[in-house]
Structures are given as C-alpha cells and as structure tokens.
C-alpha cells in the first residue's frame, strides 16, 4: 500500500511541477510576445522596408518549391511566386518524380525549355533528369530529378541555387505578395541572421483570386477554427517567444529563408525525415554555435504564408502524428545536445523543453488525470484540491489561448468580420476540452510508435490550394505546415 | 485548496475583462473605420482640387478631421513629385506640423514616437527636416536611424547628409542596404565627398565610396578608382573591380586582368564581371581557363563575361568541353 502510495503521490506532484512548468513558459513567452509583436509592428509600419528593396545593392533570394504530384495547383503556385514583391529572385521548382502531370503542366504553363544548369555538390540528393528553364522568363528554372522526398529535393533546389539565400516554399501554400520582402528585413537589418521564419496562416474559410488570398474569414470546419486557434499560439506566442533567446528550432518548411552558404556547410537537408525543418535548424545552430561566430535565426511575425489544414480527424491524426514522430527523429538525432552547456541556449533551454514538453508532454497529459483520478478514488487527494486544480487548468488554458488571440487582435486583425473574433472567443472557452486531449493522444500514439520502431510516414494526401479561383477553399487533406 | 481557489477566481474575473474587452474593442473599431472612411470620402474632391493647385484646404476642422486630412495629404506625399507634393509640404510647414515633429523626434522618449516622427517628415518632405533628420542618424535605438536614412532619401538626400550617411553605413548604424539607397539619392552631388573618401583610412569606408561612385561617377573617377585594385582589403578591390566595369574603359582592362588571378574568389568574380562588361576581347584567354578550372561563382562568373565578349569562342568550347557553366551560359544566350 505504501509503495502504491508513493507511486499516486510522486505521479501527482510530478504533474502538477510539469503543469506549472508549462503554463508558466507560456505565461513568460505571452509577456514577452506582447513587447516583441508591437516593436515588430511599429518597425513595420514605420520602418523603411520598401526604401530598402529599392536598393540595388539587396541580396538575392532564389525561392526553391519541392513539388511531388502537385499537378492540380503548381501552375497557379507557381504564378503568385514570380508576382512576389522582391527585386532580385529567381524560382526553382524541383519536381519530384512526379508520378502525374506536374511536369507537363509546368511544361506548358511557363513554356518550359531544357536547358543545361550549372550545380553545385554541397547538398546530397538523388540524380537530376533533366534542367528546364522558362522560355518567358529566365529566373525560373524547373528541375526534374528521381524521386527522393522533399528534404532530398530541397537539397537539389539548393544545388541550383544562384543567390546567397534560399527561400523554401511548400508547393501547396500561397504566400502573400511582400512576404518575401518582409521575411528578408531581419537579413538587411542584422547581418548575423543567417535564416528567418514567417508566421502561417489558415487559408480554410478565406477566399482566393487567382493564386491571392484577398478576402480572410474563419473557416466553417469547427475542426479547422481549433486549429487558428492553435496556430495562434505556436506561432505568436511560441515562436516569438524562443526568438527572445535566439533558440529558435523550428522555421515552418512552408516558408523559411535561409543563408545558403549555411545550409552548404552543414551537408543540406537530412533526407530521413519528414522534419526537415526542424532538423536543418537544430543542425544550423549546433554548427553555427560550435565555430563560436555570433548568428541569429529569427521569427518574422508579418510575412504570412497560407496552409490549408486537415479538416477531418481521420487526416488530422495523420498528420500530428507524422509530426511528433519527426519530432522524435531529431531529438534523438541530436540527443548529444540536450542539456549539454557547450550548445549555449540551445542545449539548456532549446532541447530540455523540446524533450520534456513537446516530446513527452503529450504522454504526462494524456496519463496524467486519469492517475490523479484514481489517486482521488484512493482516497490520496482531497475532492476541493482536484476539482480546484481542474479549474486551474481550464481556466489558464483558455487565459493563454485568449491571450494569443489578443495578440493577433491587437496587432494584425487579420480577421475582418466582427463574427469571426466572436467565434475565435467562443472556440478558445471550448478548445481545452476535447481537442487538446485528442491532440495529446495522437501524439502519445506516435511516441508509441517510435518505440515499437514503427517509422513510416503514412500517405501525405496534398491537393493544392493554388488552383482555387474564387471562392471557398474546398475541403483537402495535405501535410501542411507544422505550427509546434 | 485555498490559495488554488484565489488562482480560480482571478482567472475568471481576467478571461471575462480581457473576452469582454476584445469584443467590445473590435465593436469600437468596426465604428472607427466607418467613420473615418465617411471622412476620406468627404475631403477628397477638396484634396484633389488643392494638389491640382486650386482652392486651399479647409481650416477649423475638428480632430478627427484634421487627422484623417493629414494622413490623406502624407499618403498622396509618397506617390507625388513637383508642384503638388511641394504644395503638401508647405501646408505641413503653416499648420506646424513639421516643428511638431522635428521636436518629437528630437525629445521623444518613446521608440515609436521619435520613428514616426521621422517617417512623418520623409513622407512630407520638407528640406526644413534635413538637419533633424541628419541628427537622427546617430539615435540610440536603430529603427529611428532606419526610417531617418528613408526620410532622408525621400528628401533626395541633401549633399550635407552625404557625409554623416556614409558614417552612418560604415559604422553598421542603419541596415547596409538601406544607407547605400539613401547615398544613392543624393546622386551626382554627393560625389566630392565620396571621392575624397577614396583615401580614407577605413576600409569600409573606401569600399562605400568607391561603390557608390561606380553607380553615380564617371569615366573621370576610373584612374582614382582603379588604385583600388591594389588596397589591401578584399572588398575595396573587389567594388574597385565592379565599379571600373561600369565606369571604366579600355585602359582598366590590364589591371582588371591582374585582378583577376586576386587571391580571393570574390575579387575574382568581379573582375570577370567587370571585364564581360567592359567587352574586353584581350581577356578571353584568362576569362576560359577561370569557366573551367576556377570556383563555382567564379566560373560561372568567367563564362557569363565570356559569352558577352566572344559568343563564338564561348560555344564552340562549351561543346568541346561540356563546362557546365558554360553550357548554362549558351542555353540562356540561345533563348535571348
């Protein structure tokens, strides 16, 4: 009885420790977010971003798109990426092994010519069939190589890459006109940026014009409304918050820059993962902090970059649980890292929460209350002690979800309609009970697979939201772009 | 149980103030916006007449008003030149408004204040704000410089600014890009001061000057520019090199064709760009064994300067060699 005892007593007060763990890293990331998002607002409204791309002397920036099977949205996709506000860039899309008609209507809908392109070697990636360039425009090239996923793609996109930065773009998302302008800010303000992140945003609900998101509404899906939410948070709130500390791990694959030279230097992306983007950035700072020469990496919060999200459990699931599994894969790949003082923040704080909150959280917070439960039933917890402790939780989940909300409301107001931030309100009094649990189930089911070595990364439905002309953007089903 | 009991209540007295303040507060704004929108609305046929030179704008308006007029007036100010965008200013200059602000961004103690205030006076663009302005460059925070080096362009860049932007860019104070767009404004005007930085003991401050004269100098600055070629620091040489293939002649090419076997591949590059540019014929010999031997950028660079000199000699080796970037370079030359 007595070691049952100490199980119910030592399971309790490690939940709560990691409850307050974890809810006051976010209350500090909110705090600091307030501070960072209104600088970041007040630099861009009064700043000299548009002066500055004038400039003659602003760095190049080749924009890489991994594309596999995007034949239904890659000419649209393609289209609003030449339309990008930015001086000196060039387009690279990297098809690959396309097995429908990606090529063909690439081909056709820039009038598409082989052409031979120098590469370089610095990033391994499987062979590339045949260079294309754009008989209209010469700044955008199409490779066409042998099928190898999209780190492995990417990694052929940098080999052809003309100009110092690099900017990766998921095929499937529409980035706004002067997102490439505002994401580059950070590399012409500071010269120790070496990569800069932009937010993402939910395209469900919005209406698209050719390739442009021009009217922003919440989505229908009640699904896909948890996930703004959820967006929110990671984005505003949590990516500007690791910024602080230069211990940013994650830029969104849908839209990341990156100094070339960087990525060279540590060998490309990691082809074994579909989480690329963490991986490359965790093997950026390891890199950059080891040669001991000051660097930042930075999360812009302006540039936005539209994603459509899962609007179904079913596709929803998948999708979480591919991402903690990549999760997984790279702090086991960097576990030499985690809490080690020679890799500076990253290896105190960057690591350490990643393991504990990101990683294992999900299983303390599935496990968690059902201990607490029977700890009550047992009799080693007073009924007021849970039953306040449950309204805790509760009422601070919906305290940091309305506070991420506030940020966005008071910084961006993207949402225009006056019914739609009535929603949001609504869905963050709800969101804690139900959604946030299944979230954690997902997850915890993916670091059970990790452990039975089950890796594989399930069928990534991706569908395209370019194509779209006008009107609603229909339901899909695709990887979309990790808000963690 | 107790002290979890206070955490509860204060919770929920904060999610209700901060639910209700979020929804009242998009209700006020929603109302804002109308409002202002019926203003706009309203001044816009007298704004137009007075940009076209007619009546002058009205006096005795309330707050709002004259707030929505002035930010009208400001937003026409960055499309416009000549006679309206002047008639602007001088209407910025009676009402106060450009003391106002040049006191702000004096005095301000508050970031955002003082970059407002500078970014107010470039969209205005009274040549009154220059000295504000130029003092502006040395603020403690690097958003007021930043927005003080934009205003300062949108001024045109007066010649006195010429010196205090080029510290301003060497010394790291505002972003690399944007100083050198200001300087650039300034256009022929600012060459004395920028020629006489040539010899200046800090290198950065030679590579500026030397660049910038590449873009606004001419033929005359090539001998002075040319001794850059031989400064002991590699981004002197290197826009020496790419300021002589735009204001250099003939005479340069030797030199450039020394510089082209520089030590760092960066210099390198640039006297092959600077050599294509100059069509130097004497340089292809050197400019081949670079597209097929040197460094990616380099090559690349080498066989691009090439196919401009001698598209003949460029295509007949590409097919003999199969270089890569020389291949590049004919398949992009073919397509024109």
């Given at each position: 009885v007595s070691a049952l005892r100490l199980f119910f007593v030592v399971s309790g007060v490690g939940t709560i420790v990691y409850f307050a763990a974890i809810n006051t890293i976010y209350l500090v990331f909110t705090l600091m977010a307030w501070r960072s998002l209104s600088t970041s607002v007040s630099r861009h409204t009064y700043g000299a971003i548009e002066e500055a791309f004038e400039s003659p002397f602003i760095p190049g920036i080749t924009v890489i798109v991994p594309a596999y099977n995007?034949?239904?949205?890659i000419v649209e996709s393609v289209k609003s990426l030449i339309g990008l506000h930015y001086p000196l860039h060039e387009i690279v899309v990297v098809?690959?092994?396309?097995?429908?008609?990606t090529l063909d209507r690439l081909r056709v809908g820039f009038d598409l010519v082989p052409a031979h392109r120098a590469m370089r070697g610095a990033a391994a990636c499987r062979p590339v069939r045949q260079t294309y360039v754009s008989r209209q425009n010469h700044d955008l090239w199409v490779l066409d190589k042998e099928n190898g996923g999209k780190a492995d793609a990417l990694n052929a996109g940098v080999n052809a890459a003309r100009h110092p930065y690099i900017c990766a773009v998921d095929a499937d998302t529409i980035i706004e006109p002067d997102a490439l302008l505002d994401v580059a800010a950070p590399i012409l303000e500071d010269p120790e940026v070496v990569a800069t992140g932009g937010i993402v945003r939910i395209a469900n609900g919005c209406t698209i014009d050719h390739g442009r998101v021009v009217d922003v509404r919440l989505p229908t899906s009640r699904l896909a409304v948890l996930q703004v939410l959820e967006y929110f948070r990671a984005f505003l709130v949590g990516r500007v918050g690791w910024t602080q500390f230069n211990t940013l791990l994650i830029i969104s694959g849908a839209f990341g820059l990156f100094r070339r030279e960087v990525v060279e230097e540590v060998g490309g992306?990691?082809?074994?993962?579909?989480c690329e983007d963490m991986e490359l950035v965790v093997r950026m700072h390891r890199h950059l902090h080891s040669r001991g020469a000051p660097y930042r990496i930075a999360f812009v919060p302006d540039p936005v970059c539209w994603t459509e999200v899962p609007e179904d459990l079913r596709t929803l699931s998948g999708q979480r649980r591919r991402w903690q599994r990549g999760l997984g894969q790279t702090l086991w790949r960097h576990?030499?890292?985690?809490?080690?003082?020679?890799?500076?923040t990253l290896g105190l704080l960057g690591m350490p929460y990643f393991v504990i909150f990101e990683f294992l959280g999900p299983v303390i917070e599935i496990l968690g209350p059902p201990v607490t439960l029977v700890a009550l039933l047992l009799g080693y917890l007073s009924l007021f002690f849970f039953l306040a402790l449950l309204a805790v939780a509760y009422l601070l989940g919906i305290a940091l979800t309305v506070a991420a909300l506030a940020l966005e409301e008071f910084?961006?107001?993207?949402?225009?309609?006056g019914r739609d931030i009535l929603r949001l309100l609504a869905y963050a009094i709800v969101e804690n009970i139900g959604y946030r649990q299944l979230n954690d189930l997902w997850r915890m089911l993916a670091v059970v697979d990790l452990l039975r070595r089950r890796t594989s990364w399930g069928a990534q439905r991706r569908r395209g939201i370019?194509?779209?002309?006008?009107g609603r953007t229909r339901k899909s089903a695709h990887s979309g772009a990790r808000p963690t | 149980v107790r002290v979890l009991l206070a955490i509860v209540l204060v919770l929920s007295i904060v999610n209700a103030v901060v639910l209700f303040a979020l929804a009242s507060r998009r209700l006020r704004l929603s109302r804002h916006d109308r409002r202002q929108a019926a203003i706009e609305k309203r001044f816009r046929p007298r704004v137009h007449e007075f940009l076209g030179g007619g009546s002058d704008l009205p006096l005795g308006l309330r707050r709002s008003e004259e707030g929505v007029l002035a930010e009208m007036l400001r937003r026409y100010a960055r499309l416009l030149q000549g006679s309206s965008r002047r008639r602007i200013a001088e209407y910025f200059v009676r009402r106060g408004t450009v003391s106002r602000e040049m006191s702000i961004l004096a005095s301000s103690k508050r970031t955002w204040r003082r970059a407002r205030a500078a970014h107010v006076l470039g969209d205005i663009g009274?040549?009154?704000?220059t000295p504000a302005l130029i003092a502006a460059?040395?603020?403690?925070?690097p958003d007021v410089r930043a927005t003080a080096v934009r205003s300062l362009g949108k001024l045109g860049?007066?010649?006195?600014a010429t010196e205090a932007l080029i510290g301003a860019v060497t010394d790291r104070r505002v972003p690399d890009a944007l100083g050198r767009w200001g300087l650039l404004q300034t256009g022929t005007r600012g060459l004395p001061v920028m020629r006489s930085l040539l010899?200046?003991?800090r290198p950065d401050e030679r590579a500026t000057a030397t660049q910038l004269i590449g873009f606004v100098?001419?033929?005359?600055?090539a001998t002075s520019v040319e001794?850059?070629?031989?400064?002991?620091?590699a981004s002197v040489r290197r826009e020496s090199a790419l300021a002589l293939g735009r204001i250099?002649?003939?005479?340069?090419v030797a030199a450039l064709m020394v510089t082209?076997?520089?030590?760092v591949p960066v210099v390198r590059a640039a006297a092959a760009v600077a050599l294509g540019r100059l069509r130097a014929p004497a340089s292809t010999t050197s400019l081949l064994s670079h597209a097929r031997t040197d460094q990616f950028e380099v090559a690349r660079a080498a066989a691009v300067a090439l196919f401009e000199i001698d598209p003949v000699l460029a295509t007949d080796t590409a097919a003999a060699t199969e270089n890569a970037h020389l291949l590049e370079v004919l398949d992009l030359g073919r397509l024109g």
């Open positions: 995007e034949s239904a949205g098809n690959d092994g396309s097995t429908d008609e992306y990691w082809t074994e993962t579909v576990r030499g890292a985690t809490a080690n003082p020679r890799c500076g910084n961006f107001r993207r949402y225009r309609q370019g194509r779209v002309v006008t | 009274s040549q009154i704000a460059l040395t603020d403690t925070r860049s007066p010649p006195e010899v200046a003991s100098g001419d033929a005359s600055d001794r850059g070629l031989h400064d002991g620091s250099g002649g003939e005479g340069d082209l076997d520089d030590q």
